[in-house]
Structure formats: structure tokens, C-alpha cells
């Protein structure tokens, strides 16, 4: 993967180093620089005159709105122009460039991870005690809240990783933004590498400090307290049992009973609101004390037993599974043989809100995505289309359902580019067909059946080994987890077969994050690689229900994919992938509900589903000053979108 690294420099009234600090940003890197003029009472511009160009971007705040804000600011901006990372440091001059070759390698070695400088304090002269002070203050809340052991916590030296950030709204807007930036991420599992670095201190005259000892300090103890009452909302199984067990026990003490659980649920990280159903309980019930034992100790471990059961390991993105259980499955099937389509979808009506309510992880990655394609959409809205797009998604599996156990295409096809599959499907020369998890591309490929090519497409897809399927023209040749797929796509490729490949979901660290609906995404680099590598041909192609038994190909001209000589391969692989994220950015703009990757795919790294090996890749970092950001979609030559022409 490539790291677009942009250097942030928020700044406030530091006429003194500001310039010095940029000039270092841009003598000493090869990456492009942001400073944003935090509503200084001059203009930082007139300092910067002439300094990095082409390389260099100011933005100001007319009034200072504080740190927490320029960052978030930082961070909209820079996803928005395709940047993966974004490297923070203090327009004071206390940050030292010279370090941050140590984070950038860092950050390269870990590109999911948060990369935090973590300050030699033993080894500088002129440290404040109140930095020394405020820092262990810090890494003891944040060690409670989070369970994770951070030594710097308060260092503004970072390198955040923008996909974990773009779909993150926090409340922090000084100071105190970077604790809590750093508890949710810790909250959401993200990683934290620290690394040791130098920094500067000037001497107490010399220094220039915006932290406001009485209001900031009041803000961050503010920020603590309701990090620590959420902290004790979330805890995990063993936190749930023995909450409930102790609320249960302890609540005819009212006085007593109460200070101890207060007490209790503080120093062992008790979850609060079990604590709290177990008071109520207790109070309710009023059971005498040996049976009041008995069943705290009793409801404790069945709670904690179900929480262990629901929590579970750690998951893919993608693990294969169908949903709706044989029964309800069955039942539909029922309903699709003796009364039909439309009397399927109707049902739809019911079951579509239960699997609303009883799918979360689906629910609130179909709300990601549409906060992605309509950021300005209320909640309410929002829902309101997340319940569309299941809808949507239910009939496109009835039509599939019904498809599979009829002898002939059910379904017509409306074209936008056939020939083009046609044509290059005839020629019997290497071909991938790329798609996407998008629509009904193997109902809208009907046609394929009728031109008598199926029996050389093969369409390859993840099985999980606990699945059993339905043979069918498109999925005969459907991948199993346990085989190499590069070996068998080449053999196929080079026999003249065309091969069908998804690049929207990737498996493994074969991946590059490029810009799709102003956010990051990740897209799979495998088929770009295999084509190149094969001498294949690629052509996009997307399939989408348009009416009750109809649906709309897109496909567009074949085009040759081959590496040159004068660009490094990761960056061809990289422009390749964005071609391929614009052409499906601009198809789900006709066709929005459509969408059907029901993972975070917005704000959870990529993984390996079960049976599948993930070889770790090389990480670069872009030399900036001969790509310039906003011209990567021109770097390669390549193809139109869908239905362009």
C-alpha cells in the first residue's frame, strides 16, 4: 500500500518559529504541507511567502476556533484530496523535524496503527513540571478508560490514520481533542505505536504557551469524567457479570450498599449499567440474603456467559455466511415456487425491518456508506434509506432464488456497452471482467447463456468451507477457500477463458485506500496485478435491477494492462485501482440504493476471511514532488467510466 503522508501544522500567534517550522516541513521532507493559521493576529501568509511551491497550502481561521477543530479540519481536507495519513506537529518549534523520518518509517511498518512521538523527558533541559506532571496525570486515565499502557499520551507529534478518522465525529475542539481522538481510536481497537523522539524546549522566557491553565485544564478534567462514565457503560463480559451480581447483592445497603458498589464498580472497572439493572432488581424482588446470594451469583454468570458467547473472536470484513436461517429461507423459497416474484416482495415488507432491527453490523455499515454519499442526510433519513437499500438488496436475492431453479433466463437485459463484452470475449484473448458487489451482475449477464459462452466464463468467488451451493453457469467455477487463486486464474487466462473478478472486497494486504465519494476505501490490487503480470485485457462491468424482472449492464471498451518502464509498479497499481473506484462511483450514482457490501468498509481495515492466508505486503510513501496529489487519476492512461461514451 502507498502512504499520501500530508504535514499539518496548526498555529496560533507564533510569529517567531512558524515560518522556520514550515521551512523545515518542506527542506526536510519530501511531503506536501498544510498550515492552517488558527486566527493568528497577523496573517502567517505574508511569513510564507514563496516558501515550498506547489507543495504548500495556508488556510486560515479569521477567529482562533482551537486546536481540536484545525485538525479535524486537517483531516476533512486531506481525505478529500485522497491523502491516507496525516503527520501533526506544533508550529512552535518544539517538534523536531529531524524525527520525523522515525514516525514516517514507523507509520509505513504500521499503516493502520496511530504512530505517537513519544517525548525524551530524562534527556531535555528546560521540561516544565507541569508537562511531566500532566503527562502521567493523562496516561493513568488512559490506561483506566482504555486498558491499553500509552507513556505519552498528551504528545502532539502524531501520525493519524485518516480511514479510522473519516467516519468519526468527536466533541474535543482545543486541547483537549488529542485525548480523546486517542481514547476512541483505542475504543475502536486501532493500534498505537509510540516512538521515541527528541523535541525541543525553550528556555521559560523564551516560551510561548496558548494552554489555558484554568479553562483548559477544566475542559480536559471535563473530557475525563465523561470518557470514564462511558468507559464504564462498555466494559466487557467478565465487567457485565460481576456488575449485575454486585448491583444485585449490595442494594439493601441502600447507604452503605450504594458507596461500596460505587466504590467497587470504580477500582475494578464494573459496567455501569448492569450495576444499575442489578440494583433495581434487587430493590424489586427485596429476596433475603442467602437466596439474595444465590441468584446474584447466579444471574452474574449467566450474563457474563451470553456476553462471551455474542462477543466472540475477531471477525472479518467478510465471512461468507448467509443470512435468514433455513427456515425463513425455506419458507421464501415456498413462496417464490407456488405464488411467485411479486408475492415474495410483498413479504419483503415484514422481514426487511426484522433483519433492520437484528443485523447492527449491516445497519450501521449501510448508515456509513450513506453518510458517505449524502453527508448533509438527518439520522432519520438516513434510516430511511438504509431500509431502501435492504429492500433492494432482498429482491435482487429472490431474483437469484429464482433464477437458480428456473430452466431459462427469467430476466431481460437492458445494454449499455454489450458489444463491447461481446467483442472481446470472441477474440479468445486473455480477459478479466471486473465488477463489484454492486446490483445483480450475474442476472444482468443473462445474455451469456444465450450467446453460448458459458462454458468458458468463469467467475471466481470466495466459498467459506462451511458452505454448500448450487452448481450454476456463472458459479460453477466458484474459488474454494483452500486453493491458490492466482496459479488457477492464470491457467484459466492463458486457455482463453475469460475470468470474472471483485476488486471492492479485499482479502488480504494485496490493497490500495483511493478516493471514493470524497472518502478512502479500499480496493483489491489482485486483478490488476494478475492482468499485468498475464499480458489480460481488463474491461469494467456492473449489473443493476432496474424494474420488476429487468435489469441495466454497464460495460465499457476493453482495455490492456500492461507496467511501464518510466513509473513504479505500485503507483500504476494504485491509479489503476482509482480508475476502477471512479467508474463504480459513477454507476452508483444512477443506482445509490444498490449497494451491497454490508461491512465498514469506510472504517474497518481489510482481513483475511476464515481459511484464507494474508501475506503481508511492502508499505511505501509517496515522493510527492513528482506526483503531485490531485493529479493521480492522470498519472496512468486508462479507461472510461461505464456508459461514458
Known amino acids: 500500500m502507498i502512504l499520501r503522508v500530508l504535514i499539518c501544522i496548526p498555529t496560533y500567534n507564533n510569529r517567531e518559529t512558524i515560518a522556520q517550522v514550515t521551512h523545515a516541513a518542506l527542506a526536510q521532507t519530501p511531503h506536501s504541507v498544510l498550515v492552517i493559521d488558527d486566527g493568528s493576529d497577523f496573517s502567517v501568509s505574508t511569513l510564507l511567502k514563496g516558501e515550498g511551491p506547489g507543495r504548500l497550502e495556508i488556510l486560515r481561521f479569521e477567529r482562533n476556533r482551537g486546536k481540536g477543530v484545525a485538525l479535524q479540519h486537517a483531516f476533512e481536507w486531506a481525505t478529500a484530496r485522497g491523502f491516507t495519513h496525516v503527520l501533526s506537529l506544533d508550529g512552535d518549534g518544539q517538534h523536531l523535524l529531524s524525527e520525523a523520518g522515525s514516525l514516517l518509517a514507523a507509520a509505513a511498518q504500521n499503516p493502520w496503527n496511530l504512530i505517537i512521538g513519544r517525548r525524551r523527558f530524562d534527556q531535555q533541559a528546560h521540561v516544565p513540571d507541569i508537562s511531566k506532571l500532566g503527562r502521567r496525570f493523562s496516561n493513568f486515565w488512559v490506561t483506566y478508560q482504555t486498558r491499553a499502557t ?140 442467602g437466596l439474595r446470594a444465590a441468584v446474584a451469583l447466579a444471574a452474574g454468570s449467566v450474563v457474563w456467559f451470553l456476553a462471551q458467547r455474542g462477543r466472540g473472536g475477531a471477525t472479518s470484513n467478510w465471512n461468507g455466511r448467509a443470512r435468514g436461517g433455513r427456515l425463513g429461507n425455506g419458507f421464501l423459497r415456498l413462496v417464490l415456487r407456488f405464488l411467485g416474484l411479486r408475492a415474495a416482495y410483498v413479504l419483503l415488507v415484514f422481514i426487511i425491518p426484522y433483519f433492520y432491527l437484528f443485523a447492527p453490523r449491516a445497519r450501521r455499515a449501510a448508515d456509513e456508506y450513506w453518510r458517505a454519499l449524502r453527508p448533509h442526510c438527518g439520522l432519520f433519513a438516513r434510516q430511511l434509506l438504509v431500509l431502501w437499500q ?33 467483442n472481446a470475449m470472441r477474440t479468445r484473448q486473455p480477459l478479466i471482467l471486473l465488477s463489484s458487489h454492486v446490483g445483480g451482475w450475474d442476472l444482468a449477464t443473462s445474455y ?67 478516493s471514493f465519494f470524497g472518502k478512502l476505501i479500499p480496493i483489491d490490487t489482485r486483478p490488476f496485478r494478475v492482468a499485468a ?113
Request: net charge positive; charged share 15%; aromatic share 12%.
Open 533 to 645: 503480470s498475464c499480458g489480460s485485457s481488463l474491461l469494467f462491468t456492473f449489473g443493476f435491477k432496474s424494474k420488476h424482472q429487468a435489469y441495466d449492464l454497464y460495460a465499457q471498451p476493453a482495455f490492456a494492462v500492461a507496467y511501464r518502464d518510466d513509473q513504479p509498479r505500485s503507483l500504476q497499481l494504485r491509479a489503476w485501482a482509482q480508475q476502477y473506484a471512479q467508474a463504480l462511483e459513477r454507476v452508483l450514482s444512477l443506482y445509490p440504493e444498490q449497494w451491497f457490501t454490508f461491512f465498514p468498509v469506510f472504517s474497518s481495515p481489510p482481513q483475511a476471511p476464515p481459511g484464507l492466508k494474508a501475506a503481508r505486503e511492502q508499505n511505501y510513501l509517496w515522493p510527492e514532488w513528482q506526483t503531485p496529489p490531485a493529479r493521480v487519476s492522470e498519472s496512468v492512461p486508462g479507461p472510461t467510466a461505464p456508459g461514458a461514451e
Open 150 to 289: 500509552i507513556q505519552d499520551s498528551q504528545s502532539g507529534y502524531r501520525i493519524y490514520p485518516l480511514f479510522h478518522l473519516q467516519s468519526r465525529r468527536f466533541w474535543s475542539r482545543r486541547f483537549d481533542f488529542e485525548i480523546e481522538v486517542l481514547i476512541r481510536l483505542l475504543w475502536a481497537g486501532v493500534k498505537v505505536t509510540e516512538i521515541e523522539i527528541d523535541v525541543h524546549y525553550p528556555r521559560p522566557e523564551e516560551r510561548v504557551s496558548h494552554f489555558h491553565k484554568l479553562w483548559d485544564n477544566f475542559r480536559i478534567s471535563l473530557l475525563n469524567t465523561a470518557l470514564v462514565v462511558i468507559s464504564l457503560m462498555f466494559t466487557g463480559p467478565l465487567g457485565m457479570g460481576m456488575a449485575l451480581a454486585t448491583g444485585f447483592f449490595l442494594a439493601p445497603w441502600a447507604g452503605l450498599g450504594f458507596i461500596a458498589a460505587a466504590a467497587l464498580t470504580l477500582a475494578l472497572r464494573l459496567n455501569l449499567v448492569f450495576l444499575l439493572v442489578g440494583w433495581s432488581g434487587s430493590r424489586i424482588l427485596a429476596l433475603p440474603g
Open 390 to 422: 435492504l429492500f433492494r438488496f432482498a429482491q435482487v436475492l429472490l431474483d437469484r432464488g429464482m433464477q437458480e431453479t428456473a430452466g431459462n433466463s427469467l430476466f431481460s437485459t437492458n445494454t449499455n456497452g454489450l458489444e463491447h463484452i461481446h
Open 448 to 514: 451469456i447463456n444465450k450467446a453460448n459462452l458459458s462454458g468458458r466464463f468463469h467467475m471466481v468467488q470466495y466459498q467459506p468451507p462451511q458452505r454448500s451451493r448450487n452448481s450454476s453457469s456463472v458459479r460453477d467455477n466458484a474459488l474454494l477457500t483452500n486453493e491458490d487463486p492466482v496459479l488457477r486464474i492464470r491457467t484459466l487466462l492463458q486457455q482463453g477463458d475469460p475470468v470474472g473478478l471483485m476488486a471492492d472486497r479485499p482479502m488480504c494486504s494485496n490493497m490500495e485506500l483511493v
